[in-house]
């Protein structure tokens, strides 16, 4: 599996909208399976969270390398689902994720760019 993902969160379906929001999850999940068939995405994974007061609700998580992430991302299949998507449901949200080696690249870059800022211990 990759060490990076894509993160596709959202928040609450717009009211009224509850029937199509189930549609359009059917569909992202269709999509998102063969993206994966077709070697665009190595795997995705679907969660829904239980109600805990905030705003996420539930996500999906696209693994694959960046480069291919890349080029879902700015696809206008993807881009299209997204726009209906944030039509029937609050807050919709993309991110990049990192884990195992790509995480430890991050933390290296960090380490490097706080070195020189005289950080004191407490």
Known sequence: MAD???FIGWGEIV???ERKAVELFEE???YFDSLEKDGRIDGVD?????RHGGD????????ADGERLDKVRRSADFERLLTRVQL???RVGTVNAYTGAALGRLLDDFR???AGLG???R
Do not use: N
């Not at 996420?56 to 693994?63: N, R, T």
């Open 4 to 6: 990076e993902a894509l």
């Open 15 to 17: 009211r009224g909208r």
């Open 28 to 30: 992202a999940m269709h």
């Open 46 to 50: 679907a969660w829904f969270l239980e």
């Open 56 to 63: 996420l609700v539930g996500y999906f998580l696209l693994h």
């Open 88 to 90: 029937v449901v609050d």
């Open 112 to 114: 490097e760019a706080t």
């Open 119 to 121: 950080q004191q211990e």
